[in-house]
């Protein structure tokens, strides 16, 4: 069975500042992990994935993920936060069952960015 | 090229009402998913659709819930009769298998709110 971990359900940056959310899994089999972003009102988009090529991942509006089995992660990180990062972001992991994808999600963590 | 595009984007209804909600995958993909998050909680897995076939439904809460994807194009979750619980948001997504790792690409979301 595969599990997400997202430590801090919260988090607050300044504009400007580091930006960075936490990833855990729990894998069987070697993962495929994703990270998702939603908007306010807005669906579910894809920021960036990871599925066994290159451990650091670029993704979209600047940010990264690196894979590191070692320690089961895949930390987002952006240098520089925006204010238009604020957003809730979704860290998951994949099974492939007949062909697609089941994705497990963790709990979610909400970015604010403050002036 | 459209995305993944989900009817309607909200909905009130009264306990015990019935509800049905739309999906239309990107065209051309034969995986179809079914998510659903509701208040506080992380966004789970109800089922997944191999062109017009179920191919997992693990994730579906009771019988008061039918999902159905007919010709394997469009896809429908019906909620009948509605409870309170049912409240959240439900998210269609969509993938075809590619080099790339099957990446699952979401709808906009279906907002439901059961009063």
């Known amino acids: 069975a595969q599990s997400v971990t997202q430590l801090g359900s919260h988090v607050s940056v300044s504009e400007g500042a580091l930006v960075l959310l936490r990833c855990n899994y729990s894998?069987?089999?070697?993962?495929?992990l994703f990270w998702y972003v939603q908007y306010p009102n807005q669906g579910l988009q894809l920021l960036l994935k990871y599925t066994s090529a290159a451990t650091l991942v670029k993704g979209i509006n600047g940010f990264e993920a690196e894979f590191k089995k070692s320690e089961t992660s895949f930390h987002l990180t952006k240098p520089s936060a925006h204010m238009s990062d604020a957003a809730e972001y979704f860290c998951a992991v994949s099974v492939f069952t007949g062909g697609g994808n089941k994705l497990t999600f963790g709990t979610g963590t909400q970015l604010k960015v403050e002036l | 090229e459209a995305g993944v595009t989900q009817f309607p984007s909200h909905s009130v209804i009264e306990k015990g009402q019935t509800v049905t909600l739309r999906c239309d995958p990107i065209s051309g993909h034969d995986n179809l998913y079914w998510y659903r998050r509701v208040m506080g909680k992380e966004i789970k897995f109800l089922l997944h659709?191999?062109?017009?076939?179920?191919?997992?439904e693990s994730g579906m809460p009771n019988n008061r819930f039918l999902a159905e994807r007919t010709g394997g194009t469009y896809s429908t979750l019906k909620v009948q009769p509605a409870e309170l619980e049912d409240s959240g948001v439900y998210f269609c997504a969509s993938s075809q298998f590619d080099a790339d790792g099957n990446t699952i690409y979401f709808g906009e979301g279906s907002w439901l709110t059961v009063v």
């Open positions: 894998s069987s089999v070697p993962p495929y």
């Open positions: 659709f191999v062109k017009e076939s179920k191919q997992d």
